[in-house]
């Protein structure tokens, strides 16, 4: 099987228009390429790994946020849950894949469920979305079982409308996943980049005041403006700049992450512990560090103490899957495809680039949790963990035994008894955060480029400046995420509202899962010009079995976020449910605000994907 | 007044009989078509002894009857490339020989043209609906004549071409892009090109510009950035701006009250530049979904009434 290629050069008359190039197969010629504009030479996987691997980011999402809340599920094994998290993204993987290929430069949720789910599909998405959404809002307000259900019927109908109306499920689920939940994740970033960067240098630096400051509201809204700085400056410069700065982000990181792991494996854990022992007296004059650090989580966060055991598969492993979502949700994050689609050559390519970074993650993800197992001790692990996690979001007023998070990279490097490779060592690490974190907000701007392009949105939302910066867009996003940032750094509840930031965005993974799943059959002619065709497994399309699985997990995911008490975003916490019934209500009430104002002007906005008969 | 605008179909028919079909469903009194309408391959159909095999997308086919046969043919145009049936021979020669290749698509191209005007000519009689084709810098220049030759058909190119009392002044010419294509001009000449072109517009105010190089740093313009082996630098994610400075410049002179762009199919988006609208309409044209502009047009008072970028 080749994939084609071209070459300039030749001649035929004009500027220069060469012609010729083509691809082969063993029969021969399949085709022949004229040059002509568009037509590239290649197409890099590594590319697409790259994107990959930084989007499941091991160091920024999965240390803190998967790998320090394993102590909530005392008998689920993390290792079996990371490799069930990766053998189930894989799957979705397989399906944004055959999207990507089957519709290229559309690149992204709002297009593909735009295109494919109208009509009946989205008529029973919106419907079942508005019910499940307006019956959770009606009981997180106390309006009794009966009312709930009238508020579903009235949030079906509601949806089963919107869904009726081209682009409207496409929007509400789009427009929450990649813009307005984008603004929860910008004191998400502040937070990582305090916990993972500025706390570990004040710590070593001997700036106690720094490390106690940005464990106040202040120092974590003040990081939280800082990512929110950081990102716009990104945008405003381009992505060109800033895609050279994850490439090198990528290789530092990478070459960080292979000092920490070869400490880990050099160290012992009682040269861990003794070092632990001498940095928590130096650094925050705690005595006995480590063993102090264990028993006060077994005191006051009423930790199981327990070994890790790499090949076990206790009864909560299951449930430790949506917490390792928060990390491994998003190998898709960065997968487009430009240019011509040729053949499967390009299918395989986006599906090799996205199973790359995921699977690179889950192995080192493993390979991580052994190492700190061995050299760090696990009790003291998830002891350090659910200490500061505990106090960090509020569930206990008791403070860890060290005022920072056991940060991984910072506890590894303490084997070295030196603050300044110390610091190199968190500093290098920091390309982790530097490479993840731009992209934040070019993901929203282009949503809110795409709802103004389709009139959703004011012109104004798609303008740039005469040096191409977006600034109606970046405020569109800056103006709630400073927002955010303010309720997330002040209000205890609002912190716990953090899982809801990959709630939703799977909510929005699980629309394009459906559209994935129903395309071969509800759009055969835009399926069988894909390169997709060509795949099936027992005759059914490879792209619906990789929806279907992505439907049926994320599907099991989301139910257990809204109705297991483990999560703390469910039924149980009113915040939590108020705030996703506010995002999605606004997003539906915007579109259908938007309908009826374009048609007072005379636009009707169901022009925008009704089909050209060609006969 | 209202415009039906599409560009960059590269020869995909089931796009250029959608876009023939835009007038009636979208009311449209205009319809405009960018460049960029020729394709850029041809997918051999070889004969082998009673049957035929052909790869598509990296598929292989073995077609027996007639119908199969047609059928693939138009599934292949609808993906903009040109179908051939051939020989083993003649693929054979062709793989040794550049001019015999050159021939064949010259042929293709141009028969395909001949074919599309003469569809125009019969679905657009009698409708009343104006209709411009301007070819750009990917369409080579021998289809300029069959264009102007249709009946139905008015060629852009060159020509500022009066409707309702509003001048639309068509170039297809480009600044220079990395693969040296048909109509490619240094950004002096291209606005000395356009200057031109305006100075024959009674006034500019009163023009659309329908110009298939967007202008430089519109966002119209964000193009995936190559490197010098024509490769995507950072797997397509690094944009950066490629439209015409010149095209820019005309617009911020003259200020049109509507400027259609093409060029560059990720740049789908509509910004205004000065008084001036500035569209871009995209291009799918591979998933056989027509990407375009409809725009109505005030033309006593020359402004722009409303638009929508729509996927047909």
């Not at chain 1, 009966?146 to 919107?162: C, F, H």
Request: net charge negative; charged share 15%.
């Amino acid at each position: 099987m080749a994939t084609m290629t071209d070459r300039s050069g030749g001649g035929m008359g004009g500027a220069g228009g060469g012609m010729g190039g083509g691809s082969r197969t063993p029969a021969g010629p399949a085709l022949f390429l004229r040059n002509a504009t568009g037509l590239v030479k290649g197409w890099s996987g590594f590319d697409a790994f790259v994107y990959a691997f930084l989007a499941v980011n091991l160091v920024t999402l999965g240390m803190f946020y998967s790998f320090a809340v394993t102590g909530y599920v005392p008998d689920g094994s993390p290792i079996a849950a990371i490799v069930l998290s990766g053998v189930a993204m894989t799957f979705m993987c397989v399906a944004y894949a055959g999207l990507i290929a089957g519709m290229p430069r559309a690149g992204g949720d709002y297009v593909w469920q735009t295109r494919v789910l109208d009509g009946i599909p989205g008529a029973v998405v919106g419907g079942v979305f508005g019910f499940v959404t307006a019956w959770l809002a009606g009981g997180a307000l106390a309006l009794g079982d009966t009312m709930s259900l009238a508020v579903g019927a009235a949030g079906a109908v509601a949806g089963v409308i919107i869904g009726l109306w081209r682009g409207g499920v496409g929007f509400v689920l789009s427009s929450t996943g990649w813009w307005f939940i984008l603004a929860l994740w910008a004191p998400i970033y502040g937070f990582i980049l305090k916990i993972e960067f500025i706390q570990p240098l004040a710590a070593l630096a001997g700036w106690t005041d720094g490390v106690d400051f940005f464990n106040t509201g202040n120092g974590t809204f003040a990081a939280s403006l800082i990512v929110i700085a950081l990102t716009t400056g990104l945008v405003a410069l381009g992505m060109a700049g800033y895609a050279r700065i994850q490439r090198l982000s990528f290789w530092i990181g990478l070459g960080a992450l292979a000092v920490m792991f070869v400490l880990m494996l050099l160290g012992s854990q009682d040269s861990f512990r003794a070092a632990f022992d001498r940095e928590a007296s130096s650094l925050f004059g705690v005595a006995g560090g480590y063993q102090a650090t264990i028993d006060n989580s077994v005191a006051n966060d009423g930790l199981a103490l327990r070994s890790l055991d790499p090949l076990g598969f206790g009864g909560g492993t299951l449930l430790l899957i949506p917490f390792m979502l928060f990390w491994i949700l998003y190998p898709n994050w960065g997968a487009t495809l430009y240019g011509e689609v040729r053949g499967s050559g390009d299918f395989r390519r986006v599906l090799n680039g996205m199973l790359g970074g995921l699977w690179v993650a889950v192995i080192l993800g493993v390979a991580f949790l052994l190492l700190a197992a061995k050299t760090f001790g696990w009790e003291f692990f998830e002891a350090t963990n659910v200490s500061y996690v505990n106090y960090a979001y509020g569930y206990t007023t008791t403070p860890p035994t060290i005022p920072i998070w056991g940060y991984p990279p910072l506890l590894a490097a303490f084997l070295i008894d030196s603050h300044i490779i110390q610091m190199v060592i968190v500093v290098l690490f920091g390309a982790w955060f530097l490479g993840w974190t731009g992209t934040l907000f070019l993901s929203s701007t282009r949503m809110i480029f795409a709802a103004a392009f389709d009139r959703i949105l004011p012109e104004s939302a798609g303008r740039v400046s005469d040096r191409g910066v977006p600034w109606v867009a970046l405020l569109l996003i800056m103006v709630p995420s400073v927002i955010l940032s303010w309720l997330y750094a002040y209000n205890a509840d609002f912190v716990r509202l953090t899982l809801d930031a990959t709630l939703v965005i799977a909510v929005t993974f699980l629309g394009s899962a459906v559209a994935a799943t129903i395309l071969p059959w509800w759009k055969p002619a835009l399926y069988n010009a894909s390169p997709m065709a060509r795949y099936a497994i027992a005759g059914i399309p490879l792209i619906s079995i990789g929806g279907a699985v992505t439907v049926v997990v994320l599907g099991w995911v989301i139910y257990q976020w809204l109705s297991n008490a483990l999560y703390g975003i469910g039924v149980g916490n009113t915040s939590s449910i108020v705030f996703l019934a506010v995002l999605y209500g606004g997003a539906a009430i915007l579109f259908v605000a938007a309908r009826f104002f374009r048609r007072s002007q005379g636009v009707d906005l169901d022009a925008i994907h009704a089909e050209i008969p060609a006969e | 007044m209202r415009i039906f605008f599409a560009t960059d179909i590269h020869g995909s028919e089931v796009c250029w009989r959608k876009f023939l079909n835009a007038a009636a469903f979208h009311r449209a009194d205009v319809l405009i078509m960018g460049g960029d309408m020729t394709g850029k391959a041809m997918v051999p159909i070889v004969a082998d002894g009673s049957s035929w095999q052909v790869t598509l997308q990296d598929r292989g086919h073995v077609l027996s009857a007639e119908a199969e046969l047609t059928a693939m043919e138009k599934r292949i145009r609808d993906r903009g490339y040109y179908p051939v049936r051939t020989t083993h021979d003649e693929v054979t020669a062709w793989a040794a020989d550049e001019a015999a290749v050159d021939a064949r698509f010259k042929a293709e191209i141009l028969g395909s043209v001949q074919r599309w005007m003469a569809l125009a000519d019969e679905r657009l009689a009698g409708k009343g609906v104006r209709c411009i084709v301007s070819p750009a810098n990917d369409d080579m220049f021998e289809v300029d004549p069959i264009i102007a030759a249709a009946e139905h058909v008015e060629l852009g190119e060159a020509n500022a071409i009066a409707v309702d009392g509003i001048s639309i002044a068509s170039t297809g010419w480009c600044n220079p892009t990395p693969w040296r294509t048909f109509r490619e001009l240094e950004e002096p000449p291209l606005g000395e090109r356009i200057d031109a072109l305006v100075a024959a517009i009674p006034d500019p105010r009163r023009a659309i510009f329908n110009f298939h190089a967007p202008p430089h740093g519109s966002n119209l313009d964000a193009a995936p950035q190559l490197d010098a082996d024509m490769k995507y630098v950072a797997g397509g994610q690094a944009l950066v701006p490629v439209g015409s400075r010149a095209v820019r410049a005309a617009i911020e002179t003259y200020g049109p009250l509507l400027s259609l762009h093409g060029h560059i199919h990720e740049g789908r988006g509509a910004v205004k530049i000065g008084r001036t609208l500035a569209v871009n309409p995209g291009s799918s044209y591979e998933d056989g979904v027509l990407q375009a502009a409809l725009i109505d047009i005030d033309a006593r008072k020359a402004e722009v009434k409303r638009y929508l970028l729509v996927n047909g």
